[in-house]
């Protein structure tokens, strides 16, 4: 019963996608580029030839190769380009992503949280990221695509559940966290039998409880590690799995239906091996990139030896404990010992905006620089309110703190300002972190 019935159906299909090409003049077939994480690998470590596979300079080349033979050619990605668990010195790394994804020239870009690693200032690159329910306008919410006669309406969804902002009061509201809006203009694409593509970094089984299916016809989900998924139908629309790290892309190429659906496709992936050249036109890009990177490494080398050598006149909560260690406990178990990790859960310690008050000596002859280089200086510590405290270490505590003749009030006002901390009290606030 069921194979006859399987027998009918084929046909049946066949007649249907050809019923649908006959309907349009010119037969409808596009090429889409798509790829997905770069997760802030600005080029392959080369370490293994299994991992050898992707880079900036690869990708331009095979673009600038695929667009030759074929100039519609869409490229389109869901975002992810920057790391969700930056170090300071990748931040580096990170704008030099930027600047030679803006030379590849991509159609569209999805976006991701881990895109916001250095704040949204940080994305001024010339790069077309889509966010399509991020409130406000610092990205587009929409990004129409034209090639022949066709037209693709491109949307990325931010999952407001997976914001590192949460806790955050005047971030929480960043992307709206309902869906009418992507919905009304997934309904006005289709109505003029545009095609959609909707890029998250939802799972195929989230997206398919949060996002209304039946508008999307080409659903780009969540990145795999590395390597790219197969192509799947979920009803008419067609989910795409990219991979991360970089490396490869996917080649996909459809034939458009009347409606802008997706009536048939064929699915490749390139993979970006050694034996493909680096792209002439990034050169230059590629090594002034080199030369920071190695300037930055320099600069980091002589911190650490002035460190070293003690130059600093901050010594660190470890050291104060020696003498200390009854104010030591009560400060350890204080808010203010966590400060830096505050930070990081947020993904903001490397905004400068924000490190000043949750550590110790921001931007002070030997204060903090960052947390791999000074690491005994993160969070709220005793020299944040005490001042320096190496000359008065050196003297056996003969020579007073740097701040001994502050009054209490105003070692708290540094940083208990009203603006980020609305509902201080004095007398309250110091109960509590009393020693
Ligand atoms: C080698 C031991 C030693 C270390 C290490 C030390 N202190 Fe002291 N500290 C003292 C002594 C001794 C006094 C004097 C105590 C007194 O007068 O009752 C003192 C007094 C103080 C006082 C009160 C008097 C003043 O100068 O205002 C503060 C505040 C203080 N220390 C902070 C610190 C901080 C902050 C650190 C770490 C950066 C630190 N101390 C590390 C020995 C030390
Ligand atoms: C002028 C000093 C100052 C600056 C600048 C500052 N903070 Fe804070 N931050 C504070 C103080 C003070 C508190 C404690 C507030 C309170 O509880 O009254 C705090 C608390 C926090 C907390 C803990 C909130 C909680 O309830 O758990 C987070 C997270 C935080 N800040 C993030 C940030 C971020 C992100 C930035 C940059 C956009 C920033 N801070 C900039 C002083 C500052
Ligand atoms: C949030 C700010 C703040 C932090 C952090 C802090 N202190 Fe204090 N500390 C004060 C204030 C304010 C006083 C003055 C208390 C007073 O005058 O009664 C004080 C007093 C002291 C005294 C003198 C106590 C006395 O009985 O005279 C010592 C010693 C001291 N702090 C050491 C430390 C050490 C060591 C740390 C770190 C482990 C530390 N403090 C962290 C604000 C701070
Ligand atoms: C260098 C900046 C800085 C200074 C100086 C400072 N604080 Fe804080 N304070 C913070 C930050 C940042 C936090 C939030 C820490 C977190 O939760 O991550 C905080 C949190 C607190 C909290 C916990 C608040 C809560 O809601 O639980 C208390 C209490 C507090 N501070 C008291 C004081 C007092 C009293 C002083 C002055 C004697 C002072 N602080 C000086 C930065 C500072």
Same mark, same amino acid.
């Given at each position: 019963m069921k194979i006859a019935s399987l027998l009918i159906l084929i046909p049946l299909l066949v007649s249907c996608s050809f019923m649908d090409r006959s309907k349009t003049v010119e037969p409808r077939e596009i090429s889409i580029i798509y790829s997905g994480n770069l997760d802030g690998?600005?080029?392959?470590?080369?370490?293994?030839?299994?991992?050898?596979?992707?880079?900036?300079?690869?990708?331009? +080349?095979?673009?600038?190769?695929?667009? *030759?033979?074929?100039?519609? &050619?869409?490229?389109?990605?869901?975002?992810?380009?920057?790391?969700?668990?930056?170090?300071?010195?990748? *931040?580096? +790394?990170?704008?030099?992503?930027?600047?030679?994804?803006?030379?590849?020239?991509?159609?569209?870009?999805?976006?991701?949280?881990?895109?916001?690693?250095?704040?949204?200032?940080?994305?001024?690159?010339?790069?077309?990221? /889509? /966010?399509?329910?991020?409130?406000?306008?610092?990205? !587009?919410?929409? *990004?129409?695509?034209?090639?022949?006669?066709? %037209?693709?309406?491109?949307?990325?969804?931010?999952?407001?559940?997976?914001?590192?902002?949460?806790?955050?009061? @005047?971030?929480?509201?960043?992307?709206?966290?309902?869906?009418?809006?992507?919905?009304?203009?997934?309904?006005?694409?289709?109505?003029?039998?545009? %095609? +959609?593509?909707? %890029?998250?970094?939802?799972?195929? @089984?989230?997206?398919?409880?949060?996002?209304?299916?039946?508008?999307?016809?080409?659903?780009?989900?969540?990145?795999?590690?590395?390597?790219?998924?197969?192509?799947?139908?979920?009803?008419? +629309?067609? /989910?795409? %799995?990219?991979?991360?790290?970089?490396?490869?892309?996917?080649?996909?190429?459809?034939?458009?239906?009347?409606?802008?659906? &997706?009536?048939?496709?064929?699915?490749?992936?390139? !993979?970006?091996?050694?034996?493909?050249?680096?792209?002439p036109e990034l050169s230059q890009w590629y090594s002034e990139y080199n030369q920071k990177i190695e300037e930055n490494y320099q600069k980091e080398v002589a911190v650490r030896n002035a460190q070293r050598k003690g130059d600093s006149p901050y010594a660190g909560a470890k050291t104060c404990k020696t003498c200390h260690q009854s104010a030591y406990d009560i400060w350890k178990k204080s808010r203010h010992s966590k400060a830096y990790r505050s930070l990081s859960n947020v993904n903001k310690s490397f905004d400068p905006a924000c490190i000043s008050c949750h550590v110790v000596g921001y931007r002070k002859p030997g204060g903090f620089i960052a947390s791999h280089l000074t690491k005994n200086l993160k969070n709220v510590q005793c020299e944040s309110c005490h001042g320096a405290g190496v000359a008065h270490i050196k003297s056996k505590g003969i020579a007073p703190v740097e701040n001994s003749t502050w009054s209490k009030e105003k070692m708290c006002a540094q940083c208990h300002t009203q603006k980020h901390s609305p509902s201080f009290q004095f007398d309250r606030y110091w109960l509590q972190v009393k020693h």
């Open positions: 690998e600005l080029e392959p470590c080369g370490c293994s030839l299994e991992g050898d596979l992707g880079g900036i300079l690869r990708r331009a +080349t095979i673009l600038d190769q695929l667009r *030759k033979k074929d100039s519609s &050619i869409v490229t389109i990605s869901s975002g992810g380009l920057l790391s969700n668990r930056p170090a300071e010195h990748d *931040k580096l +790394t990170a704008e030099y992503i930027l600047k030679g994804f803006s030379q590849l020239d991509y159609d569209a870009i999805g976006f991701q949280w881990q895109d916001l690693a250095y704040g949204e200032e940080f994305l001024t690159a010339d790069l077309p990221w /889509v /966010v399509s329910n991020w409130q406000g306008g610092f990205f !587009a919410k929409v *990004k129409k695509i034209r090639r022949k006669s066709v %037209t693709f309406s491109f949307f990325s969804w931010l999952d407001p559940k997976q914001s590192p902002f949460q806790n955050i009061s @005047d971030k929480q509201s960043i992307v709206d966290d309902s869906t009418a809006f992507l919905v009304e203009k997934l309904k006005q694409a289709k109505k003029l039998k545009e %095609t +959609t593509i909707v %890029t998250t970094s939802l799972t195929l @089984d989230e997206a398919k409880s949060q996002l209304p299916m039946q508008l999307i016809d080409l659903l780009i989900s969540q990145a795999a590690y590395e390597e790219y998924g197969e192509p799947r139908w979920v009803e008419n +629309t067609l /989910v795409l %799995t990219p991979g991360s790290r970089g490396m490869r892309l996917g080649y996909l190429q459809i034939v458009l239906g009347a409606e802008g659906n &997706i009536a048939e496709f064929s699915h490749s992936v390139i !993979a970006m091996p050694q034996s493909v050249e680096d792209a």
